[in-house]
């Protein structure tokens, strides 16, 4: 039976944590990750779960020693956010090319400098390109569910690669909401255990894992990871269905929110998507033509399905809560790419907002929907909402 | 030796173990562990510390003679496999009766 618990955004994520009862958990606090860790810590100690932490000095260390245990052969997760995915940069490289399933939360926060403690996308932006999955959630409800798929999706044999779950810091991740946490049995049931095909403390078949590659055989490993990355959003539909059954839910690429006959859209990712929400739910009341389209799986990103969502839509507008500097906006940048093919483009405009956690309101997106709507648009442009001009 | 397509490689660049045997070392060296027997008391101390296995054991059941001319039972050391040994030092530097000496490639092997 589920139950409805308040919770925070990083209590969903230790509570989804609880059911999937890693083997070894290896965090370094930081601001807003720290709540997952206290509350993982607690379970721990009761004796919930059957998890070994280990207590390390960094999050360096913390990703080194995911690794190790991964390799071994155990179901290891991290959790972290900006700085800390920072520092363990090095780290966080590696691994999607050692093909070790490890699932790590990420509660988004800006990275320094200045530094700054609030929301925004930078920490995972610069993250996109390394071979992780990445998985954006609006909301506590979303993130625990993102968890119990990505552990799935992130272990399948055609896929090993390891993926970041996303919620926004402090919005979402400190934020208390209703959450329903679905029934003990049947999630861990849907979890299972890992089961690696080969492992190191299997000593009875030793293999190296992790050896030196030259340029002889370096760019054959790179492609073979590209091929994983290939297979990712097949898996992810029918990991889904199955999650389905026991949520009740599905589980797409992205959402897409009153898009079909809408006159401007706007994409937007994370917990700014529901303020999105509430806004075209007002304009529709008074007779506008709205619409959302909110990213979840961002690495690998649909392409082919985004564009098709959005082949019909006169103007849309894609708001970031990063910047690329001197590039368009990471979110953007994609709904442009994956646009390209279409014969006939519709009209695009970039803009950025919410860095360093500045608020965004209802009324700034209903500002947006407007300029969208006026067709005063420029796909070169970058603009600013929220900012002091 | 034919190089393996990428659909033809386990995945994450996993290899079989103890491929590092086929791979050398040794052309890496600029110093040559020189070791004298007659010093050594084979306390293991070289054997532990060496970072790349390059000392290998044995046991003998007639011993050996070493430090002091005494017969060293058991575990023994051997030479160093120079196909191996990085000249690092470090069995030099550990060693308690000083039996083993870093000497420069050139020198060891224009000697030979």
């Known amino acids: 039976m589920s139950t409805w618990k308040p919770l925070s955004g990083t209590q969903a994520v230790a509570e989804a944590m609880r059911q999937i009862n890693p083997d070894v958990v290896v965090a370094y606090p930081i601001t807003p990750q720290t709540p997952i860790v206290e509350f993982f810590a607690q379970y721990v100690a009761n004796g919930i779960v059957d998890t070994e932490t280990i207590p390390v000095e960094s999050e360096h260390s913390a990703m080194s020693a995911t690794v190790g245990a991964a390799a071994a052969g155990a179901r290891a997760m991290c959790a972290t956010a900006s700085q800390g995915l920072a520092l363990m940069w090095e780290v966080v490289a590696a691994v999607p090319g050692l093909r070790l399933p490890i699932v790590m939360p990420v509660v988004n926060r800006a990275l320094s400098a200045p530094i700054n403690i609030h929301c925004d996308h930078s920490d995972t932006m610069g993250a996109t390109t390394i071979g992780w999955i990445q998985i954006f959630s609006e909301n506590g409800q979303e993130v625990y569910e993102n968890m119990l798929l990505a552990i799935r999706l992130a272990e399948h044999p055609d896929v090993l690669l390891p993926a970041m779950v996303m919620q926004d810091g402090f919005i979402t991740g400190h934020g208390v909401e209703n959450v329903e946490i679905f029934d003990n049995d049947k999630v861990r049931a849907f979890v299972g255990t890992r089961n690696p095909d080969r492992y190191l403390l299997d000593v009875e078949h030793p293999y190296t894992i992790g050896p030196l590659a030259l340029p002889d055989y370096y760019f054959e490993i790179k492609r073979q990871q590209e091929e994983a990355m290939k297979h990712v959003k097949k898996i992810y539909l029918e990991i889904g269905k199955e999650l389905s059954k026991i949520t009740g839910k599905e589980y797409p690429y992205f959402e897409s929110y009153k898009l079909d006959d809408a006159d401007a859209v706007i994409v937007v990712l994370s917990s700014t998507a529901g303020t999105a929400k509430d806004t075209v739910d007002k304009m529709r009341a008074e007779g506008k033509k709205v619409g959302l389209l909110k990213p979840k799986l961002f690495r690998p990103f649909p392409y082919k399905e985004v564009r098709a969502a959005l082949k019909d839509v006169p103007v849309i507008g894609v708001l970031d809560r990063s910047m690329a500097f001197g590039a368009y906006a990471p979110v953007y940048a994609e709904i442009k790419n994956a646009l390209f093919e279409l014969d006939k483009k519709p009209k695009l405009q970039s803009y950025v907002f919410g860095l360093g956690g500045k608020d965004i309101f209802k009324s700034d997106i209903e500002k947006a929907f407007n300029e969208l709507l006026s067709g005063e648009v420029n796909s070169e442009e970058e603009r600013y909402i929220g900012l002091r001009g | ?112």
Do not use: Q
Not at chain 2, 1 to 26: F, I
């Open chain 2, 1 to 112: 030796m034919k190089k393996k397509r990428w659909k033809e490689l386990m995945h994450g660049a996993d290899l079989p173990p103890a491929s590092s045997l086929e791979y050398k070392t040794g052309s890496w060296r600029t110093l040559r562990p020189i070791w004298d027997p007659d010093k050594c008391t084979h306390c293991m101390f070289c054997v532990a510390y060496c970072p790349d296995m390059a000392i290998s054991i044995v046991k003998s059941e007639k011993g050996v003679k070493g430090f002091n001319g005494r017969i060293y039972k058991g575990t023994v050391r051997l030479e160093t496999d120079l196909d191996f040994c990085k000249g690092c030092g470090i069995c030099a530097h550990e060693c308690p009766t000083h039996a083993i000496e870093m000497v420069r490639e050139e020198e060891a092997t224009s000697s030979k």
